[in-house]
C-alpha cells in the first residue's frame, strides 16, 4: 500500500468514527451563557458611554466651555422656535387676503411704492437712521428700547462681522427681536431684528428674521424699504410659506387707498 | 467599481432575527448547526472537552459576530469562520498547557507503533487524528474542512477567510506532512 492510499484509508476511517452526541444540558448551558454574555455587553456599552460623557462634561467645565456647549446642545436638541406672529384678529384661510387687509388696517399711510433699492439680504446696519425724526421722537423709552439704543451705538460693518457668530448669542439676540415684536415695540423690533440678522446672515432662523423684520417695516409704514425686504418671499425665493402673505402684502402696499380682500 | 457592484444578498430570516437579538433565533441557529460545528471541532482539536467548549463560545459570540454577517455565504459557513477563529485561541492556550505539563515532568501521551502490524481502521483513524495534532493550526482546518468534511476549496476560503489559493497550499503541505507522519509510525 502507497503512503497516498494509506493516507485516504486514514482519511475515510476518521470521517467515519463515530464522534458523539451532545452533552446533556449543552443547549441551556449555551442559552444561559449567551444571556450573561449579552447583558454584560449592554452594561459595558452603558458604563463607556457614561463615563465618556463625563469625561466630555470635566474637560468643558475644566475650560470654561461648560455653559457653551449645554447652550449648543440645546440648540441642536430644541426645536427651532418659530418665529412670533403678528397677532391679526379674525386671520382666516377663508378669506384670501384678509391677513393682508388686517396689517395694513394699522399701518399708518405710506407712499405709494417706490422701487426697492436693498434687497434683505443687506440689512442696514443702523436702523435708526433710517427713521423718520417724528417717529423717534413719538417713540415712548422703555427699557427694550434703551435696550436697542445701546445696539445703535456701535453699529458694526457687515464685512467686519465674522460669519458664524457663537450660538448662544446669536440665540439670546434673537429672543430679544421675538420679544420686542411680540409686545408690538416695532421700532425696537425691527433693530433687533437686524442685529440677528448681522450675526447669524445666513443661519437657520435667517428667514424668520427677515420675514419678521418686513412685517416690522409694514408697521412702521416704511413702503419702499418693506416692498423691498418683501419681494424674495413674494417671488418664493426664500420661506415659501409666506409667499402668498407677502404677495398680499406687496399687493397693499402698491395700493394703499384700495382695500385688500 | 464599488458603487457599481449589485446590492448584497438578502439575508434569510434567521439571519435577520439573530442580528436583531433574537434569543429564541440563537437556540435555533444552535439547534440547526451545533452537530456540524461539533463535529468539525472535534476533529480539530482531537478532545471532546476542548471541542464542546468550543462549540459553547462559537455560539455564546454568534450574536455579536452576526452583525457582520452579510449573506453572502450560507449561515453555517459563517458559523464554522467563527469556529476556526475561536479553534486558533483555543490551540494557543492548549499549546501553553502542553509546555507547562512537559515543564512539571507530566508524561506525554505515548504511542507504541508496531511496524509490521496490519492496523485496523480505529488504529489508522487514531493515527492521522495524532499526526493532525502535529500540523499547525492553519494547516490542519485546511486539511479537515477539505479531506475529512469534503468541503469545496472554495468555500473552506470563505470558512478560513483566506484565498482560495492558500488553501490549496495548506492542504499540500497538509498532506504531505500527515503522509510523512504515518510512515513514520510504520502502518501499512
Known sequence: MTDDELLQRAIKALRDEELGDAPAGARHRMLQAAGRARKLETRQTVVTLALGLALVASTAAATGQLQRAVAALKAVVAPVVPAPQVVVPQKSNARAGHYAA?????????????????????????????????????????????????????????????????????????????????????????????????????????????WSRAQCLVRLGRGAAAQAALQPFASGAEGGYHQADAAELLQALANPSEPTQ | MWWRRSPGPVLDELSQRLQSGDSVALGQAY???????????????????????????????????????????????????????????????????????????????????????????????????????????????????????????????????????????RLFHARKKLREALEREGLR
Open chain 2, 31 to 169: 439547534d440547526l448547526h451545533h452537530a456540524a460545528v461539533r463535529a468539525f471541532a472535534r476533529r480539530l482539536l482531537g478532545d471532546a472537552d476542548a471541542a464542546e467548549d468550543l462549540v459553547q463560545d462559537v455560539f455564546v459570540t454568534l450574536p455579536k459576530a452576526i452583525r457582520r454577517f452579510d449573506g453572502r455565504s450560507a449561515l453555517r459557513t459563517f458559523v464554522l469562520g467563527i469556529a476556526v477563529r475561536h479553534a486558533q485561541h483555543h490551540q494557543r492556550a492548549l499549546a501553553r498547557r502542553q509546555r507547562a505539563w512537559r515543564r512539571s515532568g507530566d508524561v506525554e501521551r505515548t504511542h507504541s507503533a508496531n511496524p509490521e502490524a496490519q492496523c485496523g481502521e480505529n488504529e489508522l483513524a487514531a493515527a492521522l487524528a495524532r499526526a493532525l495534532e502535529q500540523l499547525p493550526i492553519d494547516q490542519r482546518a485546511a486539511f479537515v474542512l477539505c479531506e475529512i468534511e469534503e468541503r469545496t476549496a472554495g468555500e473552506v476560503a470563505t470558512i478560513v477567510d483566506a484565498p482560495e489559493a492558500t488553501v490549496r497550499t
Open chain 1, 102 to 210: 388686517n396689517l395694513m388696517r394699522i399701518t399708518p399711510s405710506m407712499p405709494a411704492c417706490a422701487t426697492p433699492t436693498a434687497t434683505v439680504a443687506q440689512v442696514p446696519v443702523d436702523e435708526a437712521a433710517a427713521v423718520s425724526p417724528r417717529e423717534r421722537e413719538s417713540a415712548p423709552h422703555t427699557t427694550s428700547d434703551r435696550h436697542v439704543g445701546r445696539m445703535r451705538v456701535a453699529p458694526v460693518a457687515l464685512e467686519a462681522l465674522p460669519e458664524l457668530a457663537s450660538t448662544d448669542e446669536a440665540l439670546q439676540q434673537f429672543r430679544v427681536a421675538q420679544r420686542l415684536h411680540a409686545q408690538h415695540q416695532w421700532q425696537a423690533a425691527l433693530a433687533a431684528w437686524g442685529k440677528y440678522l448681522q450675526l447669524v446672515p445666513s443661519g437657520e432662523l435667517a428667514p424668520e428674521a427677515r
